[in-house]
Structures are given as structure tokens and as C-alpha cells.
């Protein structure tokens, strides 16, 4: 911690990476790039202004309404009652008593996206888990926003252990620059969103690895409705959004009919082409899945089409699919039908080849590390067995009772009476956020720890005022780096702030029962912090791994570990290419499921036994005059999520958020760069700012996430949060993922 006025530095961790902190007396004055970061986010230089934001939350506060009538009514336009820490605290203590008392820990749901700190200990979502688990446990949710779909899906194709393949165990950029002729980048691989990592990411790769292969002469190909989305000296096949699984059926179509289909390699390690076949081939419906059919469908050329599988079958072939393809209505398909495709290649396990998920999505993927284990908070075993889809929070706040499906199982919604959320912001990731307003009124009480008012915050009853990263001590250390951080507090909590495990203490010390024992057992954050990192260095040098002590790291700050494996050529699904019954997967057969037994048995149309082309009920082949263009929604550059959205906001002109639209598509509407638009549907609308460019197909606009969400009484959002518009249903029974980019808007200037 910084000493009176002098200046002192120090370096951090964070999600977007390591960076030089300047602090004076209380105050953060100045951040940089870390000097070893080829390619820093910009992110650091708002680090000060957003530590000491006005909209800091500065001491606990209780909804009025809640205090004095527990009325649900009111949540986002409220004011609120600020209370002394324990009077807050017992307040929440009784509260939590009393619902797990009257509707039993079932009526408790745990939020949390785990995003909020990239430190080891105090990771929102593990603090939160293990409090709720100490007094008895709760409602949890399954997978991601950015991979839920995935995480459903390709453990039937590729096995339980799909989440390595979509993480940290991938082919690395070294063994791609050696041996790849071709990539094929479905959803392309945007060095932004590799600019960001879960843990954090020191020195971004990305960016450097694609112009190496540029440069080599590497064929790299971004299909997709933007050229952003890849660096530039990439091919662009702009795509119809949502038409990949059918660009990808027809490229299987050309390998079939033209014999280029490695059938050696399907009989050995896959099984259920046979009855994937008829389908391609349209012997069982009809329709040949044909360049010519995938071209309306898909907007392209196709003989463009047959060309581009000609090369694949001709070279090393790797497949990439970014995450965004399966945020969408049938989500599913695409990447199941990416497997099939490698697969029919014949080249997966080969160095370079096969197919690789969420290169680009954040950073490490493509970096090959010595496995280390250890500093993880244990969150304790959860007594409640029920679990929803993590999309589909809205729905079970809606419909309490009501049987849904997921994943072959059929239940119903749980009735939540009380949330608790920290680490996370759903009013702004979140589908369709006027409809979660309206879901959001139904439970009893939320409470919320967080650092700014968020719209979260603002929607809560009960909040309690989250410390930074900067205001607390901790460890920054992610399996998809080789850097190890010391994350020393350089400041006081600003205002009455605390950290989430004193929070969590302080209302398990109020509780009924042994829940403070449970939750703390009887250490402090320091204490807490001291033995997860012996733990851990304890693994490391049993694993011939040299970590400096906790002491010898205080004083470093920082340190390289020796787990960077250069030259390593052993590539994904090697030893299973090897030895297919010795290493064989986790799926029913022990091969690759091109077609699955077990998903034919569920028997959803909406998922069927192998992949299939079913088009969303929102795209453009389903445009009107009310909607004729579909929204994508990537992941803002600027930032991670809605994180530091606060201080980001208040830059000259930064919000509304930018809409980038095709010139063909404005003109008509009158729309220049730089004019005021409003952008709306069905189901709500929005502000935003004009970007008028040809790196974006036309028929397509792209509206970044990031922006908070305006307050609810007004006809439009202001600050252009694109899931004002967004679709909130499951992409299909088997997965129930988030549908963020099957959405249809209109888009119209509006004067300022």
C-alpha cells in the first residue's frame, strides 16, 4: 500500500492482462501497459478514473421500498437508504434465515459470471458459491453465456472432456505456423476478444501469430458478416449470419460427391456417417445439400463454395469456429457440423489439422503450458441438486413450476424468492433486458455486492459496496499463462468498500447455525491467501516446477514460470488418432458421434441425431419491412463486457454505442457516419451512433455489447446496449444456450 504522498508502482494482474499502477497517498494516479506485453490493451490508462468513479458505491445501501414494505415494486427507479455496515449486515443475515427457513435453500438462486477479479482468491464467484454452500446450499446454473451451447453439445461428439478442447488444449500457434496450409475461420479470430482471458493474459500473441502466418503464406479465410473480425491480409467470405452449418454442409457435400472424403478415417474413429449420409446427400428429404442449395442460403458464390473444399481436401486443414456461432437460435448444429467436417477431412489429430474452437475468443488459446494445479477457493459441497441453464435465468424467474427440457433431462423451474448476485452485471449480458426488467420484479429479494451502481445494483434490494483489485491483496495466476503476479493492495477501500469474503463473513457471523465456521473456517483473507499459495507452490516443486515462496513473490511481484513448452508438436487428439482404443474418448463408442444414439433418443426437433440445417425463426431469410436487417452483437473493444463502463462512458462522445452499417443499407435511410440513429424491434430500442463502412455485409448491422443499461421507464436505451433487442430463448432443447445473435432490427436516424 502506498506510504503518504509519495509515489510508488507497482504491477497487477487483470482480465485484460498485466499493468503498471501508479498510486499517490489513497489515490491511483496513473496506469501502463506492462513493458513485456507485445500488444497491451488500452484498457489500463481508465484504470484511475474508474477506481475513484463518482458512481462508486460508497457504503451499504437497502432499496426503500424493500425497507419499508419489502414491496418488490420499484426495483431501477428506487432511491435507497444507506445503513451502517452491521445494522446492513443483519438485516441480510435475518433475511437469508428467514427464506431458507420458510421455502427451503431450493428458493435460492446464486448469480455470479466469475469475471470480476482476476485474482485467485478473491474470484466473486467462488466467494459467493462457497457462503451459500456454507448455509445450506442453492440454485446454480450450468456453462456460459459464451459457451453454454458448446459445453451441452460437444461433450456428446467429442466427449466429457470437450471444455480442455475449447480452453487450454489446443493445437499451439507454433505447430499451426508449421504445418497449416489452410485455416478456415468460421466466425473469424478477432485479435480484440483475444485481448482478454479468464485469470488474465500477459503477452497477447494473437495479433503477432496471424501475421507470421500471413506471412509464411498461410491461406487464412474469415467467414463471417465482418471483416473486422479477422486481421486484415485475411480472406473474406461474408456470410449470411446464422447460414454457417449450411456453408459447412455443402463444403461436406463437394468432399462426398467428389471423393474427397477420407473414409479410412471415418470407419476408424467415427462412427453414424452412415446415417448422416443420406441426409447430405439428400437420399432421406430430398434436397442434396449442394453448393447450389448453401448459396441463397448463405449469400455466396458456389462455385466460390466447391473451390474452397477442393483446398481443404487438398492441404493441412484447420477449421477454427469462434464462440459467437453458437449464440444463436440452433447453435448446436454448426459446431457439431464443424466436427463432421474434419472429420470427413480426415485430419484431425494431425498437427495443424483437424478443428479448433475459440482461437481468438480470449487470450492463451494456442499456448502450450506445463500443467500446475492448486489455488483454487473450495467451494464446498451444494446440498441443492437443481441447476438451470445459465440463459435461461429470465425463464425460471417467469415460469416457476413449469416443466422445461435440457440435455435429455425434463423438470421444472425452481421458485426463487431470493437471489444473491456478486461478480456480475446481467443487466447487461443478459437477452431481451426490458422482458428480465419485468422477470426481475418476481422474486422476494436480491441482494448484490458490487463496486459501481451498475443496472444490477440498481435493481437490487439489499447492496453491499465491493473493493477492487486495487484495494485488496491477492494472487493473479491463470492456467493459460505462464506468469505468475503478486496483486498487492495499493489502496485503502475506497469509501466504506469491502472485500466479498468480509461481506460474506460478516453475514455468515449473524446467521443461525455453524455458517461462519463452515464459510471461514476460522481464517482470515490473509490467512486464507497464505495457505492456497503453499498448496500451490507445494504442487509446483513436487512437479519439478520452481515458484518462489509467498515472501519471495511479495518482493518480486512478479515472476516468469518455466512451463512454456516451445517446440511441443504433440497436437490435439493425437494419441487418440494414435490409438483410438487405447486413448479413446468419453462418448458412448469411445469415437467421434457424428451421428449420437443418444441424442436421436431424445428426440427434440430442434436438435435431431446429427447435425442438420434448421434456420432460426430471426435471420434474414425471414426479413420484413418492420425488421429487414439482423443484429450481431460482438464483444466491445474497448473493454471486457460492461467492466469499467462507468468511467469508459464518460469519454467525448463514447456513448451512445457505435452501429456499424453497410452503405447500401444507409443511404436509403439518409444515415451518414456519425448521426444519432435509433435502432429498434418488437421488443424494444435503442440509441446509437452511425459507423457507416463496407466491413460489414450488407443486410447485417453490429452493435458491440458493453454499454450500460439505461434505466427502465423511457421508450428508448440510451446508451445503446444491443440487448435491448436481443431474442431471449434457448438455441434449442438439448443445450438452452443464450440466442444473442438471432435478431432481426430496423434502423432509422433520429435527430439529436
Given amino acids: 500500500m502506498a506510504d503518504g504522498s509519495q509515489r510508488q508502482t507497482k504491477v497487477t494482474s487483470s482480465h485484460w492482462g498485466a499493468f503498471e499502477v501508479d498510486v499517490e497517498g489513497d489515490r491511483i494516479v496513473a496506469a501502463r501497459p506492462f513493458a513485456d506485453d507485445p500488444n497491451p490493451h488500452a484498457v489500463p490508462y481508465v484504470i484511475p478514473a474508474a477506481v475513484h468513479h463518482a458512481t462508486r458505491i460508497q457504503r451499504p445501501a437497502i432499496r426503500r421500498g424493500w425497507l419499508e414494505g419489502r414491496r418488490k415494486e420499484g426495483r431501477g427507479s428506487d432511491d435507497f437508504v444507506d445503513l451502517p455496515w452491521d445494522e446492513a449486515l443483519e438485516i441480510a443475515a435475518q433475511e437469508l434465515d428467514r427464506v431458507r427457513k420458510a421455502h427451503g435453500n431450493e428458493a435460492i438462486f446464486g448469480g455470479s459470471y466469475g469475471w470480476s477479479s482476476a485474482g485467485r482468491f478473491h474470484h466473486a464467484q467462488s466467494q459467493v458459491h462457497r457462503f451459500l454452500n456454507a448455509m445450506g446450499g442453492y440454485v446454480a446454473s450450468f456453462g456460459s453465456y459464451s459457451t453454454g451451447c458448446a459445453q451441452s453439445i460437444m461433450p456428446h461428439v467429442f466427449g466429457e472432456n470437450f471444455l480442455s478442447l475449447i480452453y487450454d488444449n489446443q493445437d499451439s500457434w507454433e505447430v499451426i505456423h508449421d504445418h497449416t496450409d489452410t485455416i478456415v475461420m468460421f466466425g473469424g479470430i478477432n485479435p480484440k476478444n483475444s485481448q482478454v482471458s479468464m485469470g488474465g493474459v500477459t503477452e497477447h500473441g494473437t495479433a503477432g501469430w496471424i501475421t507470421k502466418l500471413l506471412a509464411k503464406g498461410t491461406y487464412c479465410l474469415n467467414v463471417g458478416p465482418q471483416r473486422v473480425d479477422a486481421p486484415e491480409g485475411c480472406d473474406w467470405l461474408p456470410l449470411t449470419p446464422a447460414s454457417d452449418t449450411a456453408l459447412m454442409l455443402a463444403l461436406a457435400y463437394v468432399l462426398e460427391d467428389e471423393g474427397l472424403t477420407d473414409h479410412a478415417f471415418l470407419e476408424r474413429y467415427s462412427t453414424g456417417f452412415a446415417q448422416f449420409r443420406p441426409y447430405l446427400m439428400g437420399e432421406s428429404d430430398g434436397t442434396p445439400k449442394t453448393p447450389e442449395w448453401a448459396a441463397p442460403i448463405c449469400g455466396c458464390d458456389a462455385e466460390a463454395i466447391r473451390t474452397l473444399a477442393r483446398r481443404m481436401a487438398a492441404g493441412r486443414t484447420l477449421i477454427t469456429v469462434a464462440w459467437s456461432l453458437q449464440r444463436g437460435e440452433h447453435g ?421
Fill in 332 to 752: 448446436e448444429q454448426p459446431y457439431w457440423m464443424s466436427a463432421v467436417l474434419a472429420a470427413m477431412l480426415g485430419q484431425i489429430g494431425l498437427p495443424g489439422g483437424g478443428v479448433g474452437y475459440g482461437y481468438g475468443a480470449i487470450g492463451g488459446v494456442g499456448k502450450v503450458l506445463r500443467r500446475m494445479g492448486g489455488m483454487t477457493l473450495p467451494q464446498g459441497d451444494n446440498a441443492v441438486s437443481t441447476v438451470i441453464p445459465v440463459a435461461r435465468i429470465a425463464d425460471m424467474l417467469r415460469n416457476p413450476g413449469q416443466d422445461y427440457d435440457f440435455n435429455g433431462r425434463r423438470g421444472p423451474y425452481p421458485d426463487i424468492r431470493l437471489i444473491y448476485w456478486a461478480g456480475g452485471n446481467p443487466f447487461h449480458h443478459h437477452q431481451d433486458l426490458n422482458a428480465l426488467h419485468a422477470a426481475w420484479q418476481r422474486p422476494e429479494t436480491i441482494l448484490v455486492n458490487e463496486i459501481w451502481w451498475t443496472p444490477t445494483a440498481k435493481r437490487a434490494d439489499i447492496v453491499f459496496p465491493a473493493t477492487t483489485s486495487y484495494e485488496r491483496e491477492d494472487i493473479g495466476r491463470s492456467s493459460m499463462d505462464e506468469y505468475l503476479f503478486h496483486m498487492p493492495q495499493m489502496i485503502p477501500p475506497v469509501a466504506e468498500a469491502r472485500d466479498d469474503y468480509d461481506i460474506f463473513a460478516g453475514i455468515a457471523a449473524r446467521m443461525k447455525g455453524d455458517v461462519e465456521a463452515v464459510f471461514t473456517e476460522g481464517l482470515s483473507s490473509t490467512e486464507w491467501i497464505e495457505a492456497l499459495y503453499a498448496d500451490y507452490h507445494d504442487r509446483a516443486q513436487a512437479d519439478g516446477i520452481d515458484v518462489p515462496t509467498l515472501e519471495g513473490l511479495r518482493e518480486k511481484n512478479w515472476v516468469r514460470l518455466p512451463i512454456l513448452l516451445t517446440g511441443h508438436q504433440e497436437t490435439v487428439l493425437s494419441r487418440f488418432r494414435a490409438d483410438p482404443e487405447g486413448a479413446a474418448l468419453k462418448t458412448p463408442s469411445g469415437r467421434i458421434e457424428i451421428f449420437s444414439e443418444k441424442i436421436d433418443g431424445f428426440g427434440y426437433d430442434d436438435c435431431p441425431g446429427h447435425p442438420v440445417w434448421l434456420p432460426p425463426s430471426e435471420w434474414l431469410g425471414t426479413a420484413c419491412e418492420a425488421t429487414p436487417l439482423h443484429l450481431v452483437s460482438p464483444q466491445p473493444g474497448d473493454k471486457l463486457h460492461s467492466q469499467l463502463e462507468a468511467a469508459l462512458a464518460d469519454r467525448p462522445g463514447a456513448r451512445p454505442e457505435t452501429l456499424l452499417i453497410h452503405p447500401a443499407d444507409a443511404a436509403p435511410r439518409g444515415i451518414e457516419s456519425g448521426m444519432l440513429l435509433r435502432v429498434f424491434n418488437a421488443r424494444g430500442a435503442v440509441r446509437a451512433r452511425a459507423q457507416v463502412s463496407e466491413d460489414i455485409r450488407p443486410g447485417v448491422v453490429a452493435l458491440p455489447t458493453g454499454a450500460w443499461f439505461g434505466d427502465p421507464g423511457g421508450n428508448i436505451d440510451p446508451h445503446g446496449n444491443p440487448n435491448v433487442l436481443t431474442k431471449d430463448v434457448g438455441t434449442s432443447r438439448l443445450a438452452q444456450g443464450s440466442s444473442a445473435h438471432t435478431a432481426l432490427v430496423q434502423v432509422a436516424a433520429q435527430d439529436a
